[in-house]
């Protein structure tokens, strides 16, 4: 651990501990039954000492002269929450089994989003290790696990998130987030960590009481932006730069999802997201480590490849524009910012093609233009979905589709993300159908409770279902559990056909999609779309070419051409030029000699 500015060193004969507070003259290290004992400031503003007082399972706090206790900012365990003590965490002693794991290369990823509150009833590290079976039969080869650095109450989305080091309690200990990883590890899954870089959460960050952690300079949703480029930023960009390497490192994670890049500013000659990223590749090594944006941006710079079609930083980001497309279309939802998706049909084919469908163009709902060109990127530098956490839980009721449209166009769509070139990724429970909302939830004190019910009503009411005046309490405990999946319900006829629905669609994307798309490069994709029917074909290096043909609505199109090459899948009626109702076709062709 003495590669990391932040949190204890543990020696043989003691443990050295580090605060970072340049606003204090002094600070006290607190043990239990010891009396507090003073720390050594240098220039720097860092606080330390050594003590033989403290050894691993210790718990501790540091005092500021005004009387104040605080965590650790660097802390690897808070038993008692986000304002009780820090522990003592030793992690090298864990005994890893899966140890020659390098992980897999990204274009056989399938990825798998999943809360670990409310994935079991238990809302465990541990619970869920008991489900990893089910999905590496499924066909996942990633799970993506949102935000679990603590954050205050008993639960939280995890984006509130305020000491990032240490895993949430009510999840687990650090080291039964490492017995998950190699759990899954053992079973040819990769792990995916959320992590949040753009804000702290409102309650238990006490940072800015002894560091200059934010800057009027730059503004942000949450508030005054993180100082990552004024002056004593330094400290601060090693802060989440060096978390970054340590989940890498110490858990042996298999990549990053960064939260809502758009929202980091950083005015230093080399941006802090590019900072991070050149030092978490540095420290992957030759382990298959990849790196996910979010990034209402569309900032396809982000994304650059190298002569041989590798990420320099970022692998990939999330693309909206391919869950909008589809969820337009199989929806009919006009409202909020799915009226830029509803006004030109081929808005569909060229995210299916291109990736973003804005790539500098003007955008209604933001009043502005959005997005880069993409045409020096392949497929695979974009993440489709047709659910995730934000596109269920930014509505009114943080209902699924399901739950409101009927089969036939959800089979549709699901065909054609889970097949297209793109990497795809399913949000937990989608598999089989499950219909239990993923509303937003936290539990902070009284005074943040009711701002938060106050904000959410606010903000949702310009976004995507928000139809109805029984919004739910998101502070409720009950709108927590209600958001836990029920697995007993996988037995169901209904479930058990979705699944196998799934399941089949998944096996033929790793038998013939993956092998495909290893020899697409950038620019591959092009579109045409007439007369209703969506045809979009990808062209890999060896000439070899995978043809879509899709009729996303409630009439039969006539179209030019049947399916050319080989038809690897069909959905609903196929019959020569005629594609009916919600009909979607996959085609091979072979490499022209």
Not at 63 to 71: Q, T
Not at 215 to 222: E, F, N, V
Not at 571 to 588: K, M, P, Y
């Amino acid at each position: 651990m003495r590669e990391y500015s932040f949190g204890p060193i543990i020696f043989e004969d003691g443990v050295e501990f580090r605060l970072w507070a340049p606003l204090k003259d002094s600070a006290f290290l607190k043990l239990k039954d010891v009396d507090p004992i003073p720390m050594k400031r240098d220039e720097e503003g860092w606080h330390r000492c050594r003590t033989s007082a403290a050894g691993p399972g210790s718990l501790y706090s540091f005092v500021l002269p005004e009387g104040s206790e605080v965590p650790d900012p660097g802390s690897r365990h808070q038993p008692e929450d986000v304002r009780g003590p820090s522990e003592v965490v030793d992690l090298t002693h864990f005994q890893w089994k899966a140890d020659n794991w390098i992980g897999r290369p990204w274009e056989e990823s399938v990825i798998y989003e999943l809360h670990v509150g409310s994935f079991t009833p238990q809302g465990t590290f541990r619970a869920a290790m008991d489900k990893l079976d089910h999905l590496a039969r499924l066909g996942i080869t990633a799970i993506q696990i949102m935000p679990i650095s603590d954050f205050p109450g008993a639960y939280n989305w995890g984006y509130d998130g305020v000491l990032p080091y240490a895993p949430d309690s009510s999840y687990g200990r650090p080291e039964d987030f490492m017995a998950l990883v190699d759990a899954a590890h053992e079973r040819g899954l990769s792990i995916f960590l959320d992590v949040v870089y753009n804000h702290f959460g409102p309650d238990g960050n006490y940072l800015p009481n002894y560091a200059p952690l934010f800057t009027d300079r730059h503004k942000t949703p949450w508030g005054d932006g993180i100082n990552y480029d004024g002056s004593q930023s330094r400290p601060i960009r090693e802060f989440v730069i060096q978390n970054a390497v340590y989940w890498i490192k110490e858990f042996r994670l298999d990549g990053l999802r960064l939260d809502a890049v758009h929202a980091i500013n950083d005015d230093s000659d080399e941006h802090v997201l590019l900072e991070l990223a050149r030092h978490v590749r540095d420290a992957a090594g030759n382990r298959h480590v990849h790196l996910i944006v979010e990034n209402e941006d569309n900032d396809s710079d982000l994304l650059k490849r190298d002569e041989e079609g590798r990420a320099v930083r970022f692998t990939a980001q999330w693309n909206d524009d391919v869950h909008h497309v589809l969820h337009v279309a199989a929806t009919d939802e006009t409202f909020g910012y799915y009226q830029d998706y509803a006004d030109d049909a081929k808005k569909m084919g060229r995210a299916l093609a291109e990736g973003f469908v804005f790539q500098g163009d003007h955008m209604r709902y933001r009043g502005e233009t959005r997005g880069k060109p993409t045409g020096d990127l392949p497929p695979t530098a974009f993440i489709s979905f047709i659910q995730n956490h934000d596109q269920i839980g930014n509505r009114a009721h943080g209902d699924r589709m399901i739950t409101y449209r009927p089969l036939a166009p959800l089979k549709a769509v699901t065909s054609i993300y889970l097949l297209s070139p793109q990497i795809p990724m399913l949000f937990m429970g989608e598999e089989w159908g499950a219909r239990e909302n993923f509303p937003y939830f936290c539990d902070f004190n009284d005074d943040l409770n009711e701002k938060v019910r106050t904000g959410r009503r606010k903000e949702l009411s310009r976004l995507p279902g928000f139809d109805a005046d029984d919004l739910l309490d998101p502070t409720a405990r009950t709108t927590f559990e209600a958001a836990k999946l029920d697995w007993s319900k996988l037995s169901d006829t209904d479930a058990s056909e979705i699944l196998h629905f799934y399941r089949s669609l998944l096996a033929l994307r790793h038998e013939r999609i993956v092998p495909l798309i290893e020899h697409v490069g950038s620019g591959a994709g092009k579109f045409c779309q007439e007369d209703g029917v969506t045809a979009v074909k990808w062209r890999s290096r060896d000439g070899a070419e995978l043809h879509l043909l899709a009729n996303l609505s409630n009439k039969p199109a006539r179209v030019l051409a049947p399916p050319i090459g080989e038809t690897i899948y069909s959905l609903g009626d196929i019959s020569g030029n005629i594609l009916g109702t919600w009909a979607v076709a996959f085609s091979v062709s072979s490499a022209r000699r």
